[in-house]
Every structure is written in C-alpha cells, then in structure tokens.
C-alpha cells in the first residue's frame, strides 16, 4: 500500500519543531473523567461503534481511553498545565461546553428540571407550558422566575419551538453546573462520539489555535489537528501502530482522529475485524452503500433458495423462526429414549412448555409444546431431564437417575487422564450415529405467523413438531448428505479438526465433536454454505465474509436457548465453548432478518493509510507511536476460540484476507505469565522500539493486579530499550461471564519512550534517593495541579489512586533510565527464570515508590506525625474513611489501597466489598473476634479506640475506657497525642448505617478525645 503523504501546510508551521517536546500525555491526563467515560461506553453494550461488526471478539478497548491516549501523545504542553488540562478536556468534549452539548442531544435533563437548577429572570423566553395560550396575561404563573418547581406550579414545561439549539445551551450549561461531580453530569449526556463531531467541537477550535498559535496550528477539524501535530512532531501526518489489534479499537480509533494506521495481530480473525472496522465501519459514504447492496443481493438470493426448496415453510406458508433441538439418550436403567434438558420451559413471557408423553409400546417420549399453561406446570418443567450432573426423570411414578458421567462412560486412562466412551465424530459425520450415545432431536419450532411476515413486528407461535417438520428435517440432511464431501473440499463448510486446549477440549470431551463443523447441524450447515457460496460470489465478499462471520456465531449448536426473550444466545456471549443439552437455532428468515448493516456509527477513513497485516509482532512497520494491548494475563484464550472462525474462512478466504495466515498460529501466540512470556513480550516489544524513531512514543495497557504484574512488564520494556515516562489509572468495569459478580477491573496506561543510547549503570543505592526525590516531585506538583483546579471546579482532577500510580511511574522512570542495575544487564534481568516469592529490583522500586506517595498522602484531617507512625491496616481504614466521606465506593480503589499498604487482609475491615457498593465496616459492626489480638487491626491503636468506642456506645464510663487503655498499651503516654488525633479523624469522618448512629459514634469519639486530652490536667 502507498505511504502517507503528508499535505503541503499553508500555516507557518515549521516541520518537527517540537520534536524534542515532551508529550501533554507525561504531565496531565483526565484519568477519572477517562474512567467514567470508558465504563459508560462499555455499558452501551451493542450500542459500542464495533461491536456490529462482531460481538463475538473479546476484550475490545473503549475507543474513548485510545483517543485520550493518542491525543495526549500528540499535544504538547505549554508550560501552564491548568490550561494544558482545560484544552485537553475540550477536545475530549469533558469541558462545561461540551457536557452541555451533549446534554442536550441526549434530552434526559428536561426542562422542568432546567428550570428548578438555574437563575433565570425570564423563563418565559425560552419555555413554555401546556395551555399557555389560554393562560390570562395576569396568571401568576408568567411572573415566575428560574428556579421554579414546576410540577408544584401545576404547569408542564416545554421548549419553545423558536428557541434553537444554540440559544438552549447556556440553560444546560448552568443546570448541568448545579450538579456536583463529573459523574452526575456525564450521566445526563450522549458520548462525544455520538454527537456530530462538527457541531460538538465548533467551538474548541479557535480555542486551541489561539493557544498553539505560536506553533502555527491552524486547524477546524481533528484530522487537521492530528495532521499539523505530527508534522511539528515527527515531519509528517503521524503514524499509529498496534501489533496486538484484536477487533481493532485502537487502529480505528486513531484512524478516526486523523492519523495513518498501521495494525496487525497474530491471529486472522482479529485482523479480519480490524480490517473490517477500517474498511466497513470506516468506509466511504459511497463504497457503504455498495456494501449494503451486496447484502441485500445475497439475502435476497438465500432466501429465494431456501424458500424453494420449501425446507422453513409449512403447507399453511408460515415461516419457521427458530428450531429448538435437544439431546436424547437411551436410560440404562429402563432402556428408554429420553430427550434431555435442564429445562422444559419454551418462553416464559408466554407460559410455553414442552411435556413428554410417554410412549410405553417405542420405549420413548412424545414431545407436547403446550402454549399458556399454568403456573404449576411452568414450575413443572423447569425441572427438566438434566440436574446436577444426572439424567433424572420419571417414568409410571418411579424416578430415574443416572449420572452423566456414567451415560458417557467416563473412566481414567493410562496416563490418568479422564476419558470416556463417546465415538469420536469424523470428517463425513454431521449428525449422529444410530449408536451413538447422545442423539439429537428436534422437539419445537417457533413459527412466524403467514400474515405477519415482511413486517417489522412478527406474530409467532411455538408449535409441536410435525410428520411433515420431520420430513423437512429430513431433506436437509438428505442435502447435507449428499454434498457435505464436496463442500468440505472447496472449502465451503470446514474440515479441520479442533485442537484440544483449555477452551477447546470442552466439545471434544462432553460431545465427541472432533472437527469444527461438528459444532453445527444439517439445518445450520446447510445455511452457512449457502451464505458462503453467495458472498463468494460477491464483488463485496470480503466485506459480506466479516458479517457472515457474524451469522456463524449465532448459527451453531452451542446457542443456548433464552426463555426469556424467546430467542437464542450467541455462541460467544461468554469466552468458551460450552455445550448445552438443549439449544436453539435461527431459521435463515431470522439470521437474515438480522444480517447486514445495523445502526453502526460510520465515519469516513477512506483518505488515510490503512494498513492491517497478520504478523507475529515482531515485524511491525515503522510508526511513530505504538499503542498496544499485550494478551498479558488476559482470560480470553483468542488463539484457541476463534478457531471456529478460521475453520470458515481458511480454505477460501476472499481477497485481501487471502494474503494472510488462516490458522491461530498457537505456538506462536504470546500468552500466560512465564518466562516464553516474558521472551515473546521482550521480542515484540525489541522490535517495536526498533521500529519507531528516537522522539516516539509507546503506550502499553495492561490490567493492574499487583506488584508482580509491574515488575513483569517494567522488566520487558527495559529490556526493550525502553524508558517508563508516565502511568495512569483507568477502572474500567467489566461484566464478563467468567468473572461474575460484577467486577472492577484496573487498567494501567504506561507510557514509555526509547532510553537514549550508551550505557548507563546503575546502584540500588544511589537510585533509592532519586527514587524518592522523583516521586516526592511528581506528587507535589499534581497535588498543586489538584488545588489550583479544586478552587476553581470544585473538582480535584486525580484522586489518590491517580497520585499513588504516578507514583510508581517516577520511580520507574528513574530506574529504567539505567542500563545495567548492580552489574547485571537489563536484559538478562528481564528474561531471568524468577523463583517463588522472589523479590526483583523493580518490586523494590515499585514498593519504595508506594511508600514514599503514601507518606505524602495523608488524610485531610490528620496530622502528618500522627500518619508517620501509622501501620499498613491503620492507614488503610483512616485513608478509605476519609475516601467514603467523599463518596468514593469502588472495590478497587480499596483493593489498590490494601496492596499499597501491604494490608494483608483488608477483607476483615470492609462491611461489604461489592464491586461499586464496596465499603469499610463501621464502628459498630466490628465483631469482638474481629478486633482480638491476633486479628491485623485488633492489635493496633486504631484496633483498641474502637473497642473502646463500642465500648462507650455501651454506656462504660469514660474513665473506665481509659484505664483499659493504660492496661492494653504499656506506652499509652508516650502515644496519647496519637490516639487523640485518630479520635479527631473519626469524630469528623465516622460514617454509619443511619444518621442516628453516624452522630453517637462521632460524639463518642468526641468525649474520648476530650476525655484524653485532658488527662494530665486531671493528674491522672
Ligand atoms: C488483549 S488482545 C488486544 C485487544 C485489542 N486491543 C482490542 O481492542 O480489541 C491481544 C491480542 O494479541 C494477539 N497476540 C497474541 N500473541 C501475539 C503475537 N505473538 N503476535 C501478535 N499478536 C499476538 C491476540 O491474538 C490478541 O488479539
């Protein structure tokens, strides 16, 4: 593909002026209104800008964290970091103005509300109210100035029609102003990329070439920006790159902005979804409308097919939406037929059952699909044939139970191993053989009322199956029979065998399926094919192949049935590949229904260098910032689960798909934690840096677990060549299936530039100092930043976990500066095999780093002496007190916090740690056996105050207390002032289940202190 070019300017800007210039992103970043923004896109769930093209992929990153990160690579600051962070925040639309803006387009904050929050002595020039054209002149009600609360007035607010959206802004504005965090406000607007990007940025633009008018930038657009940015940076429209780029966030992101993009990732599925966010999602308005021409052609011609054949209609002409399937096997007990599944329910929303009919002269059940039954027999049927790992069911009054583990003969092999006696399937097989252990059958159709079809809202009704369903059923695998040899061979239904692995194995083990296409049945197969051999037809077939992707996840036996919603589950709602008893598969009608273009947000990326290419990553192109996602200690197992997909598209992948590797490469595949790790993250990265130049810049994102995972990572980039310049903190929720429970997960932004070349060694002595000095520094001048914005906003802009991870990244910006440590070259270092528990360098660094923010960050409230003597488990309650007061409630701040303070247990102090109700326990909650001796905070003074708390709460006298005190601590006098200012702290920040509670504890803490404090006035 072509290179860049780079637009002739007509500013005065001078090509690499800045390009020994710091980046914004080293000094300031938005990291909590980041965070917020990241969670609220993840929630939007299908709502997200790829997702269309793919649920299935895992793990994509929020396209507002990598535009914050490419931004801020690429701004400079000025010297003035409250007006570098205000411009920053403008341009991610975080700013009042562009809150208000999107407020706005969001319309969630009504003007009833508007009213009741702002200062507005006319009202009436911007609202109206229902009926307002008969109100009388003098009705009290046009003498009514902002605030009002309407409803109390009895009128109901509208805006006025010729009040336009640039006159309603400054209304948003003061009424979103009234709302006190960021949170409260964000929560009332669209993302910034859901607004149109012209309008939402208008007004930033002169803003940001006044600031940068001494550089020459003269930009009304991001793309201008992005392009006169790199010039000054890098003598060009700067190039991003991501050699991890999975479904493609990154790439795309950055593409979006403006810069050229150059993506790859080991695995051709990932580099398929990238290639189609680049080329589909970033199509040209022209080329997309030739893309949904191509669908609706192929749709139309699968359609024609199957309604020919007559495999989804019934004689009356109703059309099938889903079939539901389930297994059936033979009891070794009563040699019975028994259909299996967890449940017999069909729709909960309808009271739809299936009910088995015994069949005493075949040894078998009739399946019955009762539509409207009662409550009892809905409460019946969710028993099912399968529970608790046993085929049970009754048969003339008696129970039946079998294990499952016994139907499939399960039993230990020679190498321990557990197998059992399920036939392995082969190639030829697409159902199951007469003997077989586990049959399959079709026990309902869901059907599409004859009238109703070619509506947007279907009438369906679920029936039993018929002689003439079966028939049908029949024909299909008669077809399927008939062909499945020759389709295997062009490549048209997959032949390749599943290789066993941690998700894979599933299948192999509980069904015997032994090659991919076992994972679908004749119906589903001979759907797939058809698709396949239309859109390979297709002038658009590589587009169409990224969609028809799309239809195999939902399209296959592992779709579990929703009774719910009537409908089934993608097989990659989770990240297995789990069987199930029973599932559902979609008529064609249903999959075509859903095919195609939905309401993706397209933006046109056709005028930019877009380049995606399936390589190992260590032979990236040249770019001038990387932005990568290393599969590090990820659960998502990409090269094994997407096999499915590979399976597909291998034999016959349309062009330019057919330049690539159709295989999951899992050998090469860089996962897990070890030292095969620690080498392909050391190559990759080697390879990276050598591919950038001297002024580029690297952003690694990784999941913050603990100091293992930092002295990993800091290890591979050092030895890479690569200095820590910069680390942020994004908490991003996840609601993933294997981590249930609801979850916050922590995401480190580390920022790293090339070390500068010749060596440099270094002595853990002499570093330690500078250590110190660089985190003290780092902190201070953030904690300055915070006051000069708190003052003003009435907002801090990082809380403490931003401080402490800021922290960390001076200290490793000193130690990765070296490159040798104590004689020993980085390198080696980093690829030395570690031993259990060993603590390397970098953890040193890492902790002396903790400690050295945590002393600085004492609780508003608390004497500075005081916190210097405190223990891990002290400071970590009075920290996090201080936190809940500002209504700080996120597990993973707690989590972050105990980790900092080596708090073995923080568990034992919290009353719940709930992912986003987390908290710490209260005064009055901690059990006596919470607070023994040989608890963490039973032996500390924090642990006895609060004894003696509860202990006053009891009504015990106050000097009763004391001298409990003088008899639990022997240096009670030498550390009086220190229980004085601890009792201080709670008296202020004390928080309790009730208000009523909340004021006893503090009054308590109140008399105690005073009781203390007066002490030697009393000679006692
Ligand atoms: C955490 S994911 C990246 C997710 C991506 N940032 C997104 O937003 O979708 C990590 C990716 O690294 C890829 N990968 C693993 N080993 C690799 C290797 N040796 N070379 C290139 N890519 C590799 C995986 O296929 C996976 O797509």
């Not at 330690?768 to 902190?779: F, H, S, T, W």
């Not at 709670?986 to 308590?1004: C, G, L, N, P, Y």
């Amino acid at each position: 593909m072509a290179e860049a070019q780079v637009q002739p300017s007509e500013t005065t800007l001078q090509s690499r002026a800045l390009a020994d210039a710091p980046a914004l992103i080293e000094s300031v970043f938005p990291a909590q209104k980041v965070s917020f923004e990241a969670q609220k896109e993840r929630k939007a769930n299908l709502g997200q800008t790829l997702t269309g093209l793919g649920s299935y992929w895992k793990g994509r990153k929020p396209l507002i964290l990598v535009r914050a990160i490419v931004l801020g690579s690429l701004l400079p600051p000025t010297g003035d970091p409250e007006k570098d962070l205000d411009l920053y925040e403008r341009l991610m639309a975080f700013d009042a103005e562009g809150l208000a803006r999107r407020a706005l387009v969001q319309n969630k904050l009504r003007p009833a509300d508007i009213a009741a929050r702002i200062a507005q002595p006319n009202p009436w020039d911007y609202f109206t109210f229902t009926g307002a054209k008969d109100a009388p002149e003098h009705d009290p009600v046009w003498a009514l100035e902002c605030p009002f609360d309407a409803d109390a007035e009895g009128v109901n607010l509208r805006w006025r029609r010729d009040v336009d959206k640039e006159e309603r802004l400054p209304l948003y504005k003061q009424a979103l102003a009234s709302f006190d965090s960021y949170e409260a406000k964000a929560e009332l607007c669209k993302r910034p990329e859901e607004l149109d990007a012209e309008w939402l940025y208008k007004p930033v633009w002169p803003e940001v070439n006044k600031r940068y008018a001494d550089l020459g930038v003269d930009a009304h657009s991001f793309p201008e920006l992005i392009e006169q940015l790199g010039t000054l940076r890098y003598g060009r429209r700067p190039r991003v790159g991501d050699t991890f780029c999975g479904g493609g966030s990154i790439p795309f992101e950055a593409a979006r902005l403006g810069s050229d993009v150059y993506a790859s990732d080991l695995n051709p599925v990932a580099c398929m979804l990238t290639w189609g966010a680049l080329n589909i999602i970033g199509a040209s308005p022209e080329r997309r409308q030739e893309i949904e021409q191509a669908q609706k052609e192929v749709a139309d011609a699968v359609d024609r097919e199957i309604t020919e054949l007559g495999i989804e209609h019934d004689a009356e002409g109703n059309r099938a939406k889903a079939y539901l399937y389930c297994l059936e096997t033979r009891c070794p007990e009563t040699g019975w037929m028994v259909p299996m599944s967890p449940s017999w329910v069909i729709s909960k929303t309808r009271n739809v059952v299936a009910k088995l009919k015994p069949d005493h002269q075949n040894k078998r059940f009739d399946i019955e699909v009762a539509t409207g039954v009662s409550r009892a027999e809905m409460k019946q049927a969710e028993q099912g044939t399968v529970h608790n790992g046993a085929l049970t069911y009754e048969l003339d009054g008696q129970t039946y139970r079998t294990p499952i583990k016994t139907l499939r003969g399960d039993y230990r092999d020679a190498d321990g191993h557990t197998a059992n006696r399920l036939r392995r399937w082969e190639k030829q097989d697409f159902k199951p053989q007469p003997n077989d252990i586990f049959q399959e059958r079709l026990y309902a159709i869901q059907w599409i009322h004859k009238r109703t079809l070619g509506q947007s809202r279907l009438k369906t009704f679920f029936a039993s199956v018929t002689d003439a369903d079966l028939e049908r059923e029949r024909r299909v695998e008669q077809l399927v029979a008939d062909n499945l040899d020759a389709w295997q061979q062009d490549g048209l239904v997959p032949d390749m065998a599943i290789e066993p692995g941690d998700k894979t194995d599933e299948p192999i083990r509980t069904r015997g399926w032994n090659y991919w296409h076992h994972l679908f049945n004749a119906r589903q197969l001979f759907i797939q094919r058809l698709f396949g051999t239309h859109v390979a037809a297709s002038d658009m077939a590589a587009e169409l192949s990224v969609y028809s992707m799309k239809v195999s996840d939902w399209n296959n036996k592992l779709c579990h049935w929703h009774t719910g919603w009537d409908k089934s589950e993608n097989l990659f709602y989770n990240q297995a590949v789990d069987t199930f008893f029973n599932y559902g598969s979609r008529s064609s009608y249903f999959l075509l229904s859903q095919w195609g273009m939905g309401n993706e947000r397209f933006s046109d990326l056709s005028r930019l260098t877009r380049i995606v290419q399936p390589t190992a990553a260590n032979e990236p192109l040249d770019n001038d910032i990387f932005v990568t996602d290393p599969p590090y200690a990820d659960a998502v197992m990409y090269h094994e689960i997407y096999e499915f997909f590979i399976a597909w598209l291998r034999k016959n992948p349309p062009k330019p798909f057919d330049e690539w590797t159709w295989d999951s490469r899992r050998a090469l595949a860089i996962k897990g934690e070890g030292d095969d790790f620690r080498r392909g993250m050391v190559d990759a990265y080697t390879a990276m840096a050598e591919h950038m130049p001297d002024n580029g810049m690297q952003c690694v994102m990784f999941t913050h677990q603990d100091t293992g995972v930092w002295s990993d990572m800091v290890g591979i980039f050092w030895a890479a060549g690569l200095q820590v310049v910069a680390a942020w903190y994004i908490a991003t929720e996840t609601t993933s299936e294997l981590k249930k429970g609801g979850y916050v997960q922590g995401t480190v932004i580390l920022m790293l530039r090339k070390r500068v070349a010749g060596d440099r060694p270094g002595f853990k002595q002499r570093i330690l100092p500078a250590v110190r000095a660089e985190v003290q520094n780092q902190i201070e001048s953030m904690m300055h930043l915070n006051d000069e914005v708190e003052d003003k906003h009435g907002e801090p802009v990082f809380n403490d976990s931003d401080l402490q991870m800021a922290g960390y990244a001076a200290a490793l910006k000193v130690l990765t500066a070296y490159t040798t440590i104590g004689g020993e070259d980085v390198t080696e270092f980093a690829l030395r095999p570690r031993t259990r528990g060993e603590t390397t360098v970098v953890d040193e660094m890492v902790q002396q780093a903790a400690e050295a923010a945590n002393s600085l960050l004492v609780p508003e409230g608390l004497n500075k002496e005081t916190w210097a003597k405190l223990s891990g488990i002290q400071r970590f309650f009075l920290r996090m007190l201080d936190m809940e007061t500002a209504g700080a409630s996120k597990l993973d701040n707690y989590q972050n916090f105990a980790k900092a303070f080596r708090v073995e247990d923080y568990t034992s102090v919290m009353g719940s740690t709930q992912a986003n109700h987390a908290r710490l326990k209260y005064v009055t909650e901690f059990a006596s056996r919470d607070l023994t001796t040989s608890t963490e905070i039973g032996k500390t003074w924090l642990g006895r105050l609060i004894i003696g708390l509860q202990q006053l709460l009891d009504d015990a006298e106050p000097s009763h207390v004391i001298q409990q005190f003088q008899h639990d601590m022997p240096d009670f006098m030498e550390i009086r002032p220190i229980l004085i200012d601890i009792l201080r702290f709670i008296e202020h920040k004390a928080i309790e289940a009730t208000e009523e509670k909340k004021q006893a504890v503090r009054d308590a803490a109140e008399v105690l202190a005073a009781r203390l404090k007066n002490m030697r006035a009393l000679g006692q």
